[in-house]
């Protein structure tokens, strides 16, 4: 009677640790944050960091780059304000990491850590730039935060010390762990928690990277059709792209990209399709924006 109880006991264990250890794997495949039970310090929270899970320990992470002697180091940078980031009157952190994947670029990101019963739960990370430079990050209205930074103006090489001031006012969707831009001086607002890529047909309204910004020279022809089936649909002012995307949190990749073959003469499409070549990531904005980043530094808008 005795071997019963023991195996079915050791049948309860097996069983347990296997859903266990698949709600780890599911939540990281998700690109959505490991929470570790009794976390007191931000410094050793989990983070996603461009949808790849990132665990701190007082500060640092590294992890080797397979097949490579490099590693990909993230580091708590600091700029670190105290502020309720979720609403819910308990006392949050948001501060900058700083992350080095082994090259010459060092990016930095903004990100929280809410401050719950069980310990601190990390946000995902909102990339601001390769090799900016920091200023101060203060308490807006309500739960805003505002970062403030330095960034080089278009057209100059990394070499050259930023001097562009620019500010960013984030606010937290608590549903996606995403921190999205507040939008100042708009009249009317969009609720960025409501807004997904399949919601209607985008237009493309600017591109911006280190080198300066590039509008359409033609309105309405430059349109990104996202479908439910993870297939994509582009128009440009020559020929029309179409293909595959794959989301992972506030993570995207396009690819299986194909087109026509016409050409045009003054055609902007080169310019276009490189947004979709470099797109690692996407946010909403209140301003009923679709911002994606790119792996320059840059950002494409589309509305």
Do not use: H
């Not at 990050?137 to 090489?157: F, L, M, P, Q, W």
């Amino acid at each position: 009677m005795k071997t019963i109880i023991y195996i079915i006991i050791g049948l309860g264990v097996l069983v347990g640790g296997f859903f266990a250890f698949n709600n780890y794997i599911y939540k990281e495949k998700q690109g959505e944050p490991v929470v570790t039970q009794g976390v007191t310090d931000p410094k050793n929270a989990t983070y996603v960091i461009d949808g790849e899970v990132v665990t701190l320990k007082n500060g640092l992470s590294e992890v080797a780059i397979p097949n490579s002697n490099a590693k990909v180091v993230t580091r708590y940078f600091g700029n670190e304000i105290k502020t309720d980031l979720n609403s819910d009157e308990r006392e949050d952190v948001f501060f900058l990491l700083t992350q080095e994947t082994g090259g010459s670029e060092i990016f930095y990101y903004a990100v929280g850590a809410l401050n719950t019963e069980n310990g601190y739960v990390g946000t995902q990370g909102l990339l601001l730039g390769d090799r900016i430079a920091p200023q101060t990050t203060n308490k807006g209205e309500g739960s805003i935060v505002v970062v403030n930074y330095v960034v080089r103006k278009a057209g100059e090489d990394f070499s050259v010390r930023p001097s562009l001031g620019k500010s960013l006012w984030l606010k937290l969707d608590t549903q996606t762990m995403q921190f999205g831009e507040v939008v100042q001086n708009f009249e009317g607002e969009a609720d960025p928690k409501v807004m997904k890529l399949d919601m209607k047909v985008w237009n493309w309204q600017r591109t911006t990277t280190p080198e300066g910004t590039v509008v359409p020279a033609k309105t309405g022809v430059f349109t990104l059709t996202l479908k439910k089936d993870r297939m994509f649909s582009a128009g440009t002012d020559c020929n029309g792209i179409g293909g595959d995307y794959v989301t992972r949190g506030n993570t995207i990749t396009f690819s299986n990209m194909i087109s026509t073959l016409m050409y045009c003469e003054d055609s902007q499409e080169g310019i276009y399709r490189t947004i979709f070549e470099q797109a690692v990531s996407f946010a909403f904005s209140s301003k009923g924006e679709l911002v994606f980043t790119l792996k320059n530094g840059g950002s494409a808008v589309f509305r």
